[in-house]
């Protein structure tokens, strides 16, 4: 998957998908199946065939693979005009063979279908419509123009006139049909790759941020005894020194650096998770962090705990795992997105049941839209004049699918609804009438809570004096 200039990821390109020896495999098995229903024409139903006209027509496929193994190596893979041109190749050879033995008298005219569902399994829709239309002249011009079949006695075998039209039509309608729902098919199971493929990469980032943030913590640990000692003795220097101003002011340097080595060990382990004691946080710090990234984007973010019949002290403890925490960022940075002036997140939990509900005053989700709220690739919500204090994000709707593919792994159920009814699409800044996504977890033993709430800590030891 590839990475835009603005850090978007981008579709993948089609091109040098197909390996040449996938094709060629498939090539040979159509040439073996050509061979034999010739032979078994020939000697089962005694058909009278022009064995050097199909000699010709299949010796064309022959030869045409082995040429390609022999002039172009076996890993070889394909760009998307020559798929096309193999496919449109593979379409002339199979109607030229149906040519030869009655057009559409012959059963296996259907055939003519595989390569367009094969091009619409590996190519863009363009190139496929191009195999497509091949194919729809092919059947059409051997439908009118062919050679009958007859048997040795001289008797022709013909389907009545209604037959054969009915069966190029059903040919027809048939290389629409699959070719339309094979690429559709495989166009979703590729978005789908590429989207979980961006969600395995950003949970992937998380977790490197968290235990970069414990080897941080650890190192801010080891070191702050030895910065201690350091910043005591060259206070200790700098008083000894007082008439030796050269000298002074190298202790005080010292002294300085110390501290400053001291805060940058502090500030970059503020987010160390290592300690168990850290690990675990309530319900309503994790939310904090993941909405700090955007607290300074111009839109107001206020977090309610509880509510008049739910003690905000007794709020549930979580174990900071990396999926929760990016998955309510990515919910967030929407709401952010498409605010007008505030955003709400309301933490509240029963004896079953912990839920995060996130409104915001926007415009809301488009009726069209809302149904597909979570699939990637989904179009972005529409929105008038940007803020320059709030950057909007030129995606391509895996925000929200990456949010709610981490959340659901943690055993998140997500909603999705507007605040207003009906939807009216314009914002009410101050009113909770924008977009709001609600994400409940089970509470229990497999849940997201921690099994201890307060770990104890180990037991003290007196001092001797």
């Given at each position: ?11 993948f ?43 010709a ?12 193994i ?18 449109m ?51 059409t ?22 037959f ?26 590729r ?8 969600t395995?990469?950003?949970?992937a ?175 972005r ?41 009906p ?43």
């Amino acid at each position: 998957m590839a990475r835009s200039e603005n850090g978007e990821f981008s579709h993948f390109q089609p091109d040098s998908w197909v390996r040449l020896r996938t094709l060629v495999a498939l090539r040979w098995v159509a040439i073996l199946g050509q061979v034999l229903a010739v032979m078994a024409a020939r000697h089962l139903f005694n058909l009278d065939l022009d064995m050097g006209l199909f000699a010709a027509a299949i010796g064309l496929s022959v030869l045409a693979n082995t040429v390609f193994i022999f002039v172009y190596p076996q890993n070889k893979r394909l760009a998307e005009r020559e798929v096309a041109a193999m496919l449109m190749f593979d379409t002339f050879q199979i109607a030229a063979v149906l040519f030869l033995s009655g057009g559409l008298n012959n059963p296996f005219a259907i055939l003519i279908v595989a390569p367009v569902t094969v091009a619409a399994t590996a190519l863009t829709l363009r190139s496929t419509f191009i195999v497509a239309l091949v194919a729809y002249a092919s059947t059409t011009l051997i439908a009118f123009i062919n050679l009958p079949l007859q048997t040795e006695a001289g008797v022709i075998m013909r389907m009545p006139d209604i037959f054969i039209f009915g069966f190029w039509g059903a040919i027809l309608i048939t290389i629409g049909f699959l070719g339309l729902y094979a690429h559709q098919l495989t166009t979703e199971m590729r978005s789908m790759s590429q989207a979980l493929l961006a969600t395995q990469m950003a949970l992937a980032r998380e977790q490197k941020l968290t235990d970069l943030g414990g080897v941080v913590a650890a190192a801010a640990h080891e070191l702050g005894t030895p910065l201690a000692t350091i910043t005591l003795v060259s206070s200790e220097l700098a008083d000894e020194l007082q008439d030796n101003q050269a000298h002074l002011d190298d202790a005080k340097l010292i002294r300085e650096q110390a501290d400053r080595c001291r805060d940058i060990l502090r500030s970059m382990g503020k987010v160390g998770k290592d300690d168990m004691m850290v690990r675990q946080v309530p319900l309503s710090a994790i939310v904090e962090e993941a909405a700090e990234p955007h607290a300074n984007r111009g839109i107001s973010i206020r977090i309610q705990v509880g509510d008049d019949n739910i003690d905000a002290s007794d709020q549930p403890v979580l174990i900071r795992r990396p999926e929760i925490v990016h998955g309510l960022r990515n919910l967030i940075q929407n709401a952010v997105d498409f605010a007008s002036s505030t955003i709400w997140i309301d933490l509240c939990w029963t004896d079953r049941a912990i839920s995060i509900r996130i409104a915001d005053d926007g415009a809301g989700y488009a009726p069209h839209v809302i149904g597909n709220i979570g699939e990637p690739f989904v179009g972005r919500r529409k929105t008038g004049k940007k803020d320059k204090n709030r950057p909007e994000y030129e995606g391509m709707g895996l925000g929200l699918f990456i949010a709610k593919t981490l959340l659901e792994r943690t055993g998140a159920e997500l909603s999705f609804s507007n605040g207003t009814d009906p939807y009216t699409g314009e914002p009410h800044p101050g009113q909770r009438s924008g977009a709001i996504v609600v994400a409940i977890w089970d509470r229990g033993p497999q849940g997201i809570e921690a099994e201890v709430k307060n770990p104890a800590l180990a037991e003290n030891v007196q001092f001797a004096v």
